[in-house]
Each structure stands twice: as C-alpha cells, then as structure tokens.
T-cell receptor
Framework: GENVEQHPSTLSVQEGDSAVIKCTYS??????FPWYKQELGKRPQLIID?????GEKKDQRIAVTLNKTAKHFSLHITETQPEDSAVYFCAASINQFYFGTGTSLTVIP | GAVVSQHPSRVICKSGTSVKIECRSL??????MFWYRQFPKQSLMLMAT?????????EQGVEKDKFLINHASLTLSTLTVTSAHPEDSSFYIC??????????????FGNGTRLTVT
C-alpha cells in the first residue's frame, strides 16, 4: 500500500517568516494530495489540495507544490502568523486516504 | 456545504461499558464514511471504512467485534466501542466524502469524540 512520510515533525518559525513542510509518497498511482490543519482537540480542516495533473497551487499565503517524478509534495506558508500554529497533515489518495505523521508548527510572535 | 457532525464530543465511561459515537452528514448523503483514531500528538489512524447498507471494512489489527460499525442510512454511521477499557481512551474522528466525490475529493471531518475510559 501507499506510504506517506512527512518532515519535519516539529517546526518553529518567527512571525512573518516562511514555513515549509515536506511529504513523500511511495505509490506513483496516487493522484490527490490534500493538506489539513488541525488545532488541538478539533477536527482536521482542509487548507489546500492539489491533483496529480497540476504542479503548483496557491491560495493567498498558502501554496502547495507537487513533483510527481520524485513523488514528493510540499506545503509553503508565507508571512506566518501566530494563528497558523497548529498540526499540519499531508495525505495522498488513491483508493483511500493515507496520512502523514503530522508537523507541529509553532509561530513565535 | 458538506458538513459532518459527530456526537458526543466528549464521553467518560467506566471500564466494561459500551459507548456509541454517531457521525452524521448534515447536508449531503454519504455512501462511504471513515472512522479514524488519533492518539495524542500522532497522526490519524484509519480504523475502518463504513459503507451504507453493507458491512464495514476494517483495517488490519482493528478488532471488528470490539469496534462495531453500522451505516444504516446514507446520513448516519455509528461506531460502538464495546466493553471499553482504559487503553481504548483516544480521540475518534469520522469523515465522509461528499456526493459525486471520490478519492480525489476532499474528506470532510466530524468534530471528533474524546473518549476517556476510567
């Protein structure tokens, strides 16, 4: 089955700096890659997603890039704010969703 | 749209009792729902896939007799933790794919249930 790895597990950045979280996947047939943000004790919420026919997608301060050849995709958050602090999960989907292990992001004011 | 509601949000029960968790799709019909378990500071672990009108598909290592899943209608799936023990304490989250969606569409999550077994 699919194996999704996510790095780093923890990330601290100064407010205003950028944050990058990387994921790799193993199954080249995976074709959908969502990113979720989860605050403590709450449900994961979709923040951005990308499909395999696209290399990059941007939504305001958030962007995702996908390299199908290398089988990796990354989340980029620019101009980070304290409210961006949360756990972020990547996922790869083919016939079910496979989640990464999560990255705890802390934005220091 | 595509709202998933989960109830209860928190439950404390005594060891040996059973607990039922409900997952409802409020504004769409979900033929497929998923149940996840999440330990503190860890990722979402898929427990089972719930299909309306048929038996759930359990992931390897998940006891189907302990975690009973029923998906009796297109808007409701239930997870019953039977004979709960302290090691069953965890955060349980359901999710669903909206109609006409597929595995390349976003999952919509319920708000989760914090189960504590004493």
């Amino acid at each position: 089955g699919e194996n999704v790895e996510q790095h780093p597990s923890t990330l601290s950045v100064q407010e205003g700096d950028s944050a990058v979280i990387k994921c790799t996947y193993s199954d080249s047939a995976s074709n959908y890659f969502p990113w979720y943000k989860q605050e403590l004790g709450k449900r994961p919420q979709l923040i951005i997603d990308i499909r395999s026919n696209v290399g990059e997608k941007k939504d305001q301060r958030i962007a995702v890039t996908l390299n199908k050849t290398a089988k990796h995709f990354s989340l980029h958050i620019t101009e980070t704010q304290p409210e961006d602090s949360a756990v972020y999960f990547c996922a790869a989907s083919i016939n079910q969703f496979y989640f990464g292990t999560g990255t705890s992001l802390t934005v220091i004011p | 749209g595509a709202v998933v509601s989960q109830h209860p949000s928190r439950v404390i029960c005594k060891s040996g009792t059973s607990v039922k968790i409900e997952c409802r799709s409020l504004d769409f019909q979900a033929t497929t729902m998923f149940w996840y378990r999440q330990f503190p500071k860890q990722s979402l672990m898929l427990m089972a896939t719930s299909n309306e009108g048929s038996k759930a598909t359990y992931e390897q290592g998940v006891e189907k007799d302990k975690f009973l899943i029923n998906h009796a209608s297109l808007t409701l799936s239930t997870l019953t933790v039977t004979s709960a023990h302290p090691e069953d304490s965890s955060f349980y989250i359901c999710s669903a794919i909206p109609p006409r969606g597929s595995y390349n569409s976003p999952l919509h999550f319920g708000n989760g249930t914090r189960l504590t077994v004493t």
